[in-house]
């Protein structure tokens, strides 16, 4: 954490230089000195040093000073660190002025000039500022920070990222002061939010994923043009493969769009993994698991959308939304699923505003006391009830089948049951979703006999089932009717090999119809959908690309 800043400004060099010096000699072990020839120069060290999240304790403001004189200074210093002890320099014909600034900004001491000796004139009033300041409690924040609105689909799209990434930060609402106070300082308004602003004081106004990612230090761009083995993935499958792939020494690089850990990586607490008798969230699992990633070597890049896949000779080139491409000797598949969308009116228009894809765990402090809706009746919705019972008023499982029995774990209903604030709504599905600026109302409808009802909701979130994401793949390599990745023996029809498959070998159990491109985890067909058996497939993956590139 950096020194707190003790500020001083005076356009008189001599003065300026003075003052610094003095305050160095008996503060400059535990303070930072900034000083400043001119107001304007002073607000915009002021300005880099909020963004940066550091403190400013006390304010030293020469009272004349052309263009902005020392009151108006501290006006406007106020603006951005109102905790921060102020001091007006004075000479003895300005007294009554600054005596009167005493009460027009509620300046703490003014100081007479010359200030001969420090020890008896100057140092007393600061040591009264820096005691002052002590007692306000103020505390620095060195994270990055998100300035935005409640109810800004942008915002909560940079929250959400930040927070699937594992990057810390904290969020400052556009209604509160201190996020006003960030937005001045970084040359922003209400208009350009989000503002993220880095620990190094970097600021972005609405900015895209990558820029995000790049500007807290995600790796985006590979450092190489070639490898053993690429992984488009990054969820359990992906990250299971990039383990073993880099632990059994092939170059390895792991490719995600969003975030690392995919779908499991929004689970609240898994229960039924191997190992964890206790439960483990998978953003949790998911982190443990990028980091021995990277403890084995295997590269990742954040925020890289993988648009084509081509075969070239023996190389296997995998291509990237903005023009890029990287090559490798081998592919794995593991791009899972994404939830289908909810086909309602007004769905569309208010998602990110009330209406959320997934457990959206940043939104769980604004849950407090209120009434949440989730849809869907699979393991992933009854996770997330859990989840929110502990901060909601209310949870409601709207499903559209009779009972949880068919697609949801044993476990989870009884736990479910025993939770007194968690309901099931069956034979319903959601009609339509109003509100304002964001959600505030959703329509119920019975399947059995067309009923509906309006309910007060502020919170809606959506598990109804996954689609493959796997349109880029069209033309490339086989898949069913849904859009899964075929793969071994799905492969092989009346005892024959797919069209164009050019070695006189079968398919492996997990390759695909192209040699060299294998496929883990939710995204291949006729695979089952748990985080385990992904994370195996993931491994067992890495071993068929072992057996392929001996062949080579």
Request: proline share 5%.
């Amino acid at each position: 954490m950096g020194k707190p800043v003790l500020l001083t400004v005076d356009d008189d060099p001599g003065v300026s230089r003075a003052v610094a010096r003095d305050l160095r000699r008996r503060y400059g072990e535990d303070y930072r000195i900034v000083r400043a020839d001119s107001a304007q120069d002073a607000l915009e060290a002021l300005r880099e040093i909020k963004l940066r999240g550091q403190l400013v304790a006390a304010m030293l403001a020469d009272y004349r000073m052309p263009e902005v004189n020392g009151i108006e200074f501290l006006e406007q210093a106020m603006d951005l660190f109102p905790s921060a002890r102020r001091a007006l320099l004075t000479a003895y014909a300005d007294t009554d002025a600054a005596i009167q600034a005493i009460n027009v900004v509620d300046v703490d001491h003014y100081l007479l000039k010359p200030w001969d000796p420090p020890e008896e004139k100057l140092y007393p009033v600061v040591d009264s500022l820096v005691e002052m300041w002590r007692a306000t409690g103020d505390s620095s924040v060195e994270e990055t920070k998100v300035v935005g609105h409640r109810w800004s689909a942008p915002s909560y799209r940079a929250r959400d990222f930040l927070a699937r990434n594992a990057v810390p930060y904290r969020w400052f609402s556009v209604d509160e002061p201190e996020g006003r106070r960030l937005l001045e300082a970084a040359g922003a308004g209400a208009e350009d939010v989000p503002v993220v602003i880095t620990a190094d004081g970097q600021s972005l106004r609405d900015p895209s994923d990558g820029e995000i990612a790049a500007a807290v230090g995600l790796s985006v761009d590979p450092t190489a043009e070639f490898y053993d083995l690429v992984v488009v993935g990054a969820g359990p499958a992906g990250l299971g493969a990039a383990v073993y792939g880099a632990s059994e020494g092939l170059r390895t690089v792991m490719v995600e769009r969003l975030a690392s850990g995919g779908q499991a990586a929004q689970s609240s607490r898994i229960e039924n993994y191997l190992g964890f008798p206790d439960g483990v969230s998978g953003a949790q699992l998911t982190d443990r698991a990028r980091r021995q990633a990277q403890k084995f070597g295997a590269e990742s890049l954040a925020t890289r959308e993988v648009v084509a896949l081509e075969p070239r000779g023996s190389a296997r080139i995998v291509h990237f939304g903005d023009g890029s491409e990287i090559a490798a000797h081998s592919v794995v598949l593991a791009t899972g699923v994404q939830y289908r969308t909810l086909e309602a009116p007004g769905v569309t228009e208010l998602t990110g505003r009330g209406v959320y894809y997934g457990s959206a765990m940043t939104e769980a402090a604004e849950c407090a006391s209120r009434d949440v809706y989730i849809v869907g009746g699979a393991n992933s919705a009854g996770q997330s009830a859990v989840f929110f019972s502990r901060h909601a008023k209310r949870v409601v499982l709207v499903v559209r089948g009779e009972s949880l029995q068919r697609s949801m774990s044993h476990y989870l209903i009884r736990q479910l049951d025993e939770i007194d604030n968690v309901s099931v709504r069956p034979f319903t599905e959601i009609a339509h979703a109003e509100g304002d600026g964001h959600l505030e109302q959703i329509t119920l409808r019975d399947t059995r006999d067309g009923g509906i009802e309006s309910v007060e909701c502020g919170h809606l979130f959506v598990f109804i089932g996954a689609a493959p994401c796997t349109d880029w793949l069209d033309g490339v390599v086989a898949r069913d009717g849904r859009g899964f990745v075929r793969t071994g023996p799905d492969l092989i029809v009346d005892g024959r090999r797919p069209a164009g498959w050019p070695l006189d070998r079968d398919p492996y159990y997990l390759e695909s119809s192209v040699p060299g491109v294998f496929v883990a985890g939710d995204v291949r067909a006729e695979s089952v959908k748990r985080v385990a058996s992904a994370v195996g497939e993931g491994a067992m993956a890495v071993t068929l690309v072992h057996r392929y590139l001996e062949e080579r």
